[in-house]
């Protein structure tokens, strides 16, 4: 099948969503270690972008109705979300029945593309439309797993229990990103005689580059009126992190490939986007608008360092970022 005909079908419920939405559900928090414990297939990414840790784990039960005579014990269903702290997540969740198409977006800048899975052909939709830079969002639609496959051959009247459908989706970061990501997907706690177990604990790109509030650029930026720049030339970065009133995290935005916040009083604002990233060291381009029609630029280059300090008399070790490059455009 095509990506084009996802596009073109429009969401529907199988004969089974409406008992689906009616069951009596019940969620509870959970952790990976729960997941392993359930009889159905889970799955996990090995791989997650710099950054990412995990958010939250919920398991969703659902009444059996008897109608299978397979079970009389409640169905589970799984979700697993992911965060970076800032607006990029990637999320995984499961279905039994009632599904309809997960690729449906009514945004006009959205484009479909296919990618390798271990399931076969993934076919996702993303905002905003182009290859490259962070997206708005993606979401693929869903696949079934073995169990899925194999309950479902044995005949059109067959109600899965074993099996599930697992849909993934992500906000805040690359299509490459989010193939990476899938291509590392693997059932919770697989392992084969011989064969180390897979850990639950997904490993971290060290290439991508790390989110930096924009403030801390225009700290290095001097005013338009003045003529000398750059004027910080090292911060500290685990100051930012904990001066949460000067570098507020919640008015930070992805918007496409920039990270963007708005300028304190107007209707400016202040955002950059990574240009490089190797190793500890980055480029940017920072932009910013005070609420007129004035948008100024600049390429910083820094790396991200450990130093040492004496603060109240005390040593202290902290993160700084190092300005190596400034450039006006």
């Given amino acids: 099948m095509s990506c084009s005909g996802f596009k073109q079908r429009t969401s529907r419920l199988v004969p089974g969503a409406l008992l689906f939405l009616c069951l009596g559900l019940y969620s509870s928090a959970a952790t990976l270690d729960d997941l392993k414990k359930l009889e159905i297939t889970?799955?996990?990414?090995?791989?997650?972008?710099?950054?990412?840790?995990?958010?939250?784990?919920?398991?969703?039960?659902?009444?059996?109705?008897?109608?299978?005579?397979q079970t009389n014990h409640p169905l589970p269903h799984y979700s697993i979300h992911y965060s970076n702290g800032w607006n990029a997540t990637f999320s995984v969740e499961s279905a039994r029945e009632g599904i309809g198409d997960r690729n449906i977006m009514e945004e006009e800048d959205a484009e479909e593309t296919e990618i390798k899975s271990p399931f076969g052909p993934m076919y996702l939709i993303y905002r905003p439309k182009g290859k490259e830079g962070r997206k708005i969002e993606i979401i693929a639609n869903w696949v079934s797993d073995a169990n899925m496959n194999e309950?479902?051959?044995?005949?059109?009247?067959?109600?899965?229990?074993?099996?599930?459908?697992?849909?993934?989706?992500?906000?805040?970061?690359?299509?490459?990103?989010?193939?990476?990501?899938?291509?590392?997907?693997?059932?919770?706690?697989?392992?084969?005689?011989?064969?180390?177990?897979?850990?639950?604990?997904?490993?971290?790109e060290q290439a991508s580059a790390p989110k930096i509030h924009p403030k801390v650029f225009r700290m290095i930026s001097s005013w338009i009126s003045d003529p000398e720049s750059p004027v910080a030339t090292e911060i500290n970065l685990d100051a930012i992190e904990k001066n949460g009133n000067q570098f507020n995290k919640d008015e930070v935005q992805q918007d496409g490939e920039?990270?963007?916040?708005?300028?304190?009083?107007?209707?400016?604002?202040?955002?950059?986007?990574?240009?490089?990233?190797?190793?500890?060291?980055?480029?940017?381009?920072?932009?910013?608008?005070?609420?007129?029609?004035?948008?100024?630029?600049?390429?910083?280059?820094?790396?991200?360092?450990?130093?040492?300090?004496?603060?109240?008399?005390?040593?202290?070790?902290?993160?700084?970022?190092?300005?190596?490059?400034?450039?006006?455009?």
């Fill in 42 to 69: 889970c799955f996990v990414p090995s791989h997650l972008p710099q950054g990412f840790k995990l958010k939250n784990v919920e398991i969703t039960s659902e009444e059996p109705t008897g109608e299978s005579g």
């Fill in 151 to 204: 309950e479902l051959a044995k005949g059109p009247d067959i109600r899965p229990v074993l099996g599930r459908y697992h849909g993934f989706s992500a906000t805040g970061i690359t299509l490459k990103e989010f193939a990476k990501i899938i291509e590392s997907l693997h059932p919770l706690g697989s392992e084969t005689a011989g064969t180390p177990t897979i850990s639950a604990t997904p490993e971290v």
């Fill in 258 to 329: 920039w990270l963007r916040c708005p300028v304190p009083d107007t209707d400016g604002f202040m955002r950059y986007h990574v240009l490089e990233s190797k190793g500890n060291h980055y480029k940017v381009e920072y932009e910013e608008n005070g609420g007129g029609t004035l948008t100024t630029a600049s390429i910083i280059e820094f790396s991200i360092e450990k130093r040492n300090i004496r603060r109240d008399g005390k040593p202290l070790a902290m993160s700084v970022l190092r300005v190596t490059s400034y450039n006006q455009k």
